[in-house]
């Protein structure tokens, strides 16, 4: 069973159930093309497989070196961008305290993050912070060439050896990348590096239950075997029909398709948990770079309410009607806090003294869907019971299976991602790397 619930109730009005129920038989194909690894991208399948066939060695593997980076370091890097880090922020962020730091974390070091940028100030407050606490690193990059997780690997490798000496740095240091190939596999076969692979048949953006996640989230204290759990139990429990009624992933597939037939062409994912920020920035990645291709593809954006509601909470009710909206709701909270009673009552507020901080937010959800659903934006909705390593796992599998769903309904390969070549071939060109003059010469003569 499932603890995730999937609700489109609120898009109908825009929609009618017949627009939905059109992609059934679609939806009912690309399963099947799927499990026959059949369809477009079939070589980046092996994502499907990993909640059930992650293997008992590997996760062993992957405590045990949590374990020794928990006793010798109070901060751990993740080094890597895209897919790269975006799913291990994702969870460690959901499952942490809000006002997690350095010397309150429960014991376990603090997760920070490098290479996701090419900032200076950044990189360089980062170097500072590790000047006074010890640290270990991952560096993840199934390519292994990625240029900004590289410039910050360089940096830090230097930092590590000043600070520890090159033996203990060695210790100090682990590579996720690929089996084979790269500049980074090179490099921790040289130096002894403890590594982790990422298969072949996984993509960056498909990553997060492979080492490339499951290292930084074991490490940051919380249970990798409870995430693998969840993710499996929503795999068997979508495996038994494709059928929309019953099956969440093909409702929100079939769902977002319709709404984007009918010109809802931007999807924002509204959290009420600050917590789930980084679930919506992962989500963003994943789909942004599987749908937008082609001159197709929902845009991916993304909020968090009841704060946004102050910002962006105006454009959504009342600005360009091709919104649509993805709630991802929490039902119970891990605290207890209530609205106190004031004898004065200045600020008018008896009148919730004794409710829960949650049950406030509950209505204010409650009113912000009836409104934005007034307003011309319908809502789907997606319900966790709360925020634990289990419900994140079925949440992650969830998206990734709607993912690549949605995409084959565009009829775009969700698993690769050339537009992403077009930023890399011109920055080149403009740092005169080797192997790019002509690009150079031609970049120039169009920027004089
Ligand atoms: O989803 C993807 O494939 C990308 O976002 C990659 O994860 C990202 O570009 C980083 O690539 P790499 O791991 O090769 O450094």
């Known amino acids: 069973m499932i603890d995730l619930k999937f609700d489109y109730s609120n898009a109908l009005g825009i929609l009618n159930q017949e627009e939905i129920n059109h992609f059934q038989n679609e939806i009912t194909q690309h399963y099947n093309s799927l499990n026959a690894k059949s369809g477009k991208g079939n070589d980046f399948l092996g994502w499907i497989d990993l909640p059930s066939n992650t293997e008992e060695n590997l996760i062993k593997k992957i405590e045990e070196v949590a374990s020794r980076v928990r006793q010798n370091s109070k901060v751990f890097v993740v080094v890597g961008i895209g897919g790269s880090y975006l799913g291990a922020r994702a969870v460690i962020h959901a499952l942490s305290n809000s006002f997690a730091s350095i010397n309150g974390n429960d014991g376990n070091p603090l997760i920070v993050y490098a290479g996701q940028n090419i900032s200076e100030d950044y990189t ?168 937008g291709k082609e001159g197709k593809g929902i845009f991916p954006a993304g909020v968090g309410f009841t704060t946004d509601l102050h910002s962006m909470g105006q454009y959504i009710q009342d600005g360009l009607r091709n919104i649509f909206e993805t709630v991802i709701s929490v039902e119970t909270p891990n605290s207890l806090l209530k609205v106190p009673t004031d004898e004065k009552d200045l600020d008018g507020l008896n009148y919730i003294a004794g409710k829960r901080l949650h049950q406030v937010n509950l209505k204010a959800e409650t009113g912000t869907t009836l409104a934005h659903v007034d307003g011309g934006v319908p809502n789907l909705r997606i319900v966790l019971p709360e925020i634990n390593e289990n419900t994140l796992g079925q949440l992650i599998y969830f998206y990734e299976m709607a993912c690549a769903i949605s995409g084959y309904i565009l009829n775009v390969n969700p698993f690769d991602q050339p537009g992403v070549e077009a930023y890399k071939k011109n920055m080149f060109a403009l740092l005169g790397k080797p192997g790019f003059e002509n690009e150079t010469k031609e970049i120039y003569s169009r920027l004089s």
């Open 124 to 291: 360089n407050e980062l170097l500072e912070l590790l000047d006074n606490h010890d640290y270990s690193l991952a560096v993840i990059s199934k390519s292994g060439t990625t240029t900004e997780p590289a410039i910050a690997f360089r940096l830090l490798k230097n930092h590590l050896i000043n600070k520890y000496g090159h033996a203990d740095t060695q210790k100090r240091i682990i590579a996720i990348t690929d089996k084979s190939k790269g500049a980074l596999k090179k490099l921790s076969d040289k130096e002894g590096y403890d590594t982790f692979i990422v298969p072949d048949d996984v993509g960056g953006r498909y990553s997060v239950l492979t080492p490339v996640g499951l290292l930084p989230i074991a490490i940051a204290g919380f249970n990798i075997r409870e995430l693998l759990d969840g993710a499996k139990r929503m795999k068997d429990y979508i495996e038994k029909t494709p059928n929309i009624e019953e099956n969440p992933v093909s409702a929100y597939a079939a769902s977002r398709s319709a709404l984007y037939r009918a010109g809802k062409t931007t999807e924002i994912t509204v959290n009420y948990e600050p917590k789930l920020f980084y679930i919506t920035e992962w989500w963003k990645q994943l789909y942004g770079e599987s749908e």
